[in-house]
């Protein structure tokens, strides 16, 4: 079985069709679907359903995919430790938050791809908690605390999340004192959420209450601004409003849980070049030692 032609079914798999795939590969489709073809006959299954509309996985390449999947990622991560010192190359496929994503992560990403011409990135802006493996992702950047799984986690930093509000608020409202009155301030959310907060050596665990929710930290800021209610945001998202005064920090002898940024991929022996590049340059930037240089 030819490895490029696995490397070319789990594109198709990936883009939808083969078309976005050939694009993708800078290959023409006819090349693209020889591969295909020559990959159905060593499997004696068919992969691919071909339409006028463009091509569907049939049952048995969906079974297939994920295998397939694996096998690529593992034998480029071993042919990479064989030669470390070659260029970086390939796909490499990010998943990041919305919020956090848009505002901070864009130019890293552009100092990545300037520093590996040979690498090609395709990243994803989303809050919604992607599934690695089932949607070919090759790592996820994600924020928070993280649930247990079977993923593979890098931690790049620590940080906490702070309570807030707006002058505008506090000046009509008050400021609570306690943890308790917060039940009785009206509150800015993301959908579900809940607030652990740090009470001496004890965690408690506070169900905000409000007519505001969204479903990203951005939507969230934007109503805490407005002094709509209480938020419980993250530093990266309230540091600079603080500093203006347009946001006032609030129980600030009650901190949160320590949470942290992460980079998470699917589960293997190595972690592939492209992923350990995309580590290093976000240790650079927003590692414990990047923060020290600019404090």
């Keep these: 079985m030819d490895l490029e032609d696995l490397r070319t079914f789990v594109e198709v798999a990936d883009a939808g069709?083969?078309?976005?795939?050939?694009?993708?590969?800078?290959?023409?489709?006819?090349?693209?679907?020889?591969?295909?073809?020559r990959l159905e006959e060593t499997l004696g299954a068919q992969l691919l359903s071909r339409t006028t509309r463009g091509s569907a996985l049939t049952e048995a390449g969906a079974a297939f995919r994920e295998h397939a999947m694996r096998v690529v990622a593992e034998l480029e991560a071993a042919q990479e430790t064989l030669s470390p010192e070659g260029e970086v190359r390939g796909l490499l496929r990010i998943a990041a938050p919305l919020s956090f994503g848009i505002t901070r992560l864009p130019p890293i990403f552009?100092?990545?791809a300037?520093?590996?011409?040979?690498?090609h990135l395709d990243t994803s802006y989303s809050d919604r908690f992607v599934d690695l493996v089932g949607e070919g992702f090759d790592c996820a950047i994600r924020l928070?605390?993280?649930?247990?799984?079977?993923?593979?986690?890098?931690?790049?930093?620590?940080?906490?999340?702070?309570?807030?509000?707006?002058?505008?608020?506090?000046?009509?409202h008050g400021t609570p004192q306690t943890l308790t009155d917060l039940t009785r301030h009206q509150a800015?959310?993301?959908?579900?959420?809940?607030?652990p907060i740090l009470d001496g050596d004890k965690t408690v665990t506070v169900r905000p209450r409000g007519r505001f929710t969204a479903d990203n930290g951005e939507a969230v800021l934007a109503a805490a601004l407005a002094g709509v209610g209480v938020a419980a945001l993250p530093d990266f998202l309230t540091e600079t409003h603080i500093a203006a005064g347009s946001l006032v920090p609030l129980l600030e002898g009650h901190a949160t849980p320590e949470l942290g940024m992460f980079v998470v991929r699917p589960p293997g022996a190595f972690p592939s070049r492209k992923v350990r590049v995309l580590i290093d340059i976000l240790l650079e930037y927003f590692g414990e030692a990047a923060g020290r240089k600019s404090g």
């Design 110 to 112: 552009a100092e990545l």
């Design 17 to 37: 069709g083969v078309a976005p795939a050939a694009r993708r590969l800078g290959l023409s489709k006819s090349i693209v679907s020889r591969r295909l073809t």
């Design 188 to 195: 800015v959310t993301r959908k579900g959420e809940v607030w």
């Design 144 to 172: 928070g605390m993280l649930r247990d799984s079977s993923l593979i986690t890098r931690r790049i930093r620590a940080f906490r999340a702070r309570l807030v509000a707006s002058p505008g608020y506090i000046a009509a």
């Design 114 to 119: 300037r520093r590996h011409p040979l690498l």
